[in-house]
């Protein structure tokens, strides 16, 4: 069996007296794209900030390798939604991705390929030196996926990151971070509330329920996409399985 | 490129109708002159070097004060706005400090400092603390809270997250507040002077007026008038300058 990167055992959270998360145990292999979606409200974005630290859980503990975590560490890469918010706007593109390498202390002289190779890797090459706000939403989202790839992370987070832009540069970053995950053998836990999103990217897809109560906790389902990859949108979405899944999802979700 | 002759129009006609009416009904009057000779005693206080010196010394003595404030206020307020600790310790003393009038602290910097330079730089510097304590603290509690996730996030120390962070974050808003606060040093170094300090431009305008010669006075006023839209007009073009290379683009 691979080696575990992240353990959510029996892990509840609460936020100002209201259970936001029952009990849930999970746990994230090497290599592994687990998807969590569910209804907003549901404690996906919640779940996501106990596994980077943002939140320490009222109940259980959350570890990776076995060690439980007490804060962010950089080993752990955390995408936010809000993209235009996350970067800096006074620093230019490269400078952007700069900041993770300052973080880590990556001596000057070695900064320059590194900032370098990860826009290469996200297409960014050529806006090194543009500010954020001259760049669309999708390339301002790239930017922040490079931040977090020049971090090297061994467990990459990601809020809904795709939820603000619209459904064409959607695919296309859907697709590109796909083959970013295959080539780079990233491990992601990917939230979102689009079941076809889950669908299409993750090996492995979480479903959380809103107002978990005793009998029905927050883990909903949690379904194995047998799906062949590499995926494409076309064939993917048409095959056979996808369309079984995403109505089984669907009913998890809506109906239960 | 053609000059837009429109907005000069009204003032044109206004200084033409005092020229006319300080010629005519209003003759040897004490209180207005003809701008014409206003322009006269301008350029005799040119001549005879007063205008220049009482002008440096208003202008310096409100930069000072400005410096010391400001940096004051800057430091204060980037203290009170990090910890909130300082914030509620320090709360009551700024809320019954800062509403004195500037001005009435003009009496004991006078016993502390005498006339001249210093008494005046210390209640400009006074008057520009507390609107740069009040919006840099305001500035520093506004950093994008994303942005300080990010900072944890990636671990920064605290030292680079206030260097790389919340310092460059600031930095637009503090022009603002400088902005201001340049309005308000060279109004209150005018006032020390119309009011005590026999120095520079406000004790030149007085003393014209008490020597019964408006046509002086009117000169000053207008000096000061222009030499107040000018360092405005600057410190705008500054603050827009900074926004600008902060990369505001669209954003303001």
């Known amino acids: 069996m691979t080696e575990s990167v992240l353990d959510f055992d029996r892990v509840a959270i609460h936020l100002g007296g209201r259970e936001i998360l029952s009990p849930t145990s999970l746990s994230v292999r090497r290599g592994e794209f687990v998807c969590v979606i569910g209804p907003s ?6 779940l996501l900030r106990a596994a980077a630290g943002f939140v320490a859980p009222s109940a259980g503990r959350v570890s990776r390798h076995g060690q439980p975590i007490n804060g962010p560490t950089r080993e752990v890469a955390f995408v936010f939604q809000d993209y235009g918010r996350a970067l800096l706007p006074w620093r230019t593109v490269e400078a952007n991705v700069s900041l993770a390498l300052e973080a880590a202390k990556v001596s000057p002289a070695d900064r320059p390929a590194r900032i370098a190779r990860v826009l290469a890797t996200v297409g960014l090459g050529a806006h090194a030196h543009k500010f954020p706000a001259q760049l669309s939403g999708g390339m301002q989202q790239r930017v922040q996926i490079a931040r977090c790839l020049a971090q090297e992370p061994e467990l990459m987070l990601m809020d809904e990151p795709f ?10 970053l859907q697709d590109e971070l ?8 990233l491990t992601v836990v990917f939230v979102t509330h689009d079941l076809e999103e889950a669908l299409y990217l993750g090996d492995r897809v979480i479903a959380l329920r809103a107002n978990p109560t005793s009998d029905k906790p927050s883990l909903a389902a949690l379904i194995d996409v047998p799906l062949p990859l590499p995926r494409d949108q076309l ?14 999802l669907y009913q998890y979700l809506g109906h239960t | 490129m053609a000059i837009n002759f429109r907005p000069f129009v009204f003032p044109a006609v206004l200084l033409g109708a005092l020229e006319w009416w300080a010629r005519t009904t209003g003759k040897g ?14 350029g005799g206080a040119l001549a005879d070097g007063s205008l220049l010196a009482a002008t440096g010394f208003t202008l310096g003595s409100a930069a000072l004060g400005l410096l010391i404030g400001a940096l004051g206020g800057l430091g204060l307020g980037t203290l009170l706005g990090l910890s909130r600790r300082a914030a509620r310790l320090a709360s009551l003393s700024v809320e019954v400090a800062r509403p004195v009038p500037s001005v009435a602290l003009i009496p004991l910097a006078m016993l502390v400092f005498g006339f001249g330079l210093r008494m005046e730089i210390s209640v400009v510097a006074f008057a520009c603390l507390w609107p740069m304590l009040v919006l840099t603290q305001a500035a520093v509690l506004q950093v994008e809270p994303r942005l300080l996730e990010v900072a944890h996030a990636l671990q920064l120390s605290p030292l680079a997250r206030f260097t790389k962070i919340v310092g460059p974050a600031i930095v637009p808003r503090l022009f603002v507040a ?21 120095h520079g431009m406000g004790y030149a305008l007085i003393i014209a007026q008490q020597s019964l010669d408006p046509a002086l006075m009117l000169a000053w006023l207008a000096w000061i008038g222009g030499v107040g839209f000018a360092i405005n ?20």
């Open chain 1, 41 to 46: 409200g549901c404690g996906k974005t919640t």
């Open chain 2, 178 to 198: 400088l902005r201001l606060c340049v309005a308000i040093a060279l109004v209150v170094a005018v006032t020390v002077e119309i009011a005590a300090n026999p």
């Open chain 2, 233 to 252: 007009a600057a410190a705008l073009a500054l603050q827009r300058y900074v926004a600008r290379r902060m990369g505001a683009e669209g954003a303001a």
């Open chain 1, 178 to 185: 796909a083959r970013l995950v295959r080539e780079q053998g």
């Open chain 1, 163 to 172: 939820g603000a832009l619209d459904a064409m540069t959607r695919e296309s």
């Open chain 1, 235 to 248: 064939s993917t979405k048409e095959h056979p399985e996808f369309l079984r899944l995403r109505r089984a």
């Open chain 2, 29 to 42: 009057s004490d209180a207005l002159a003809p701008p014409s000779a206003a322009v006269r005693a301008f």
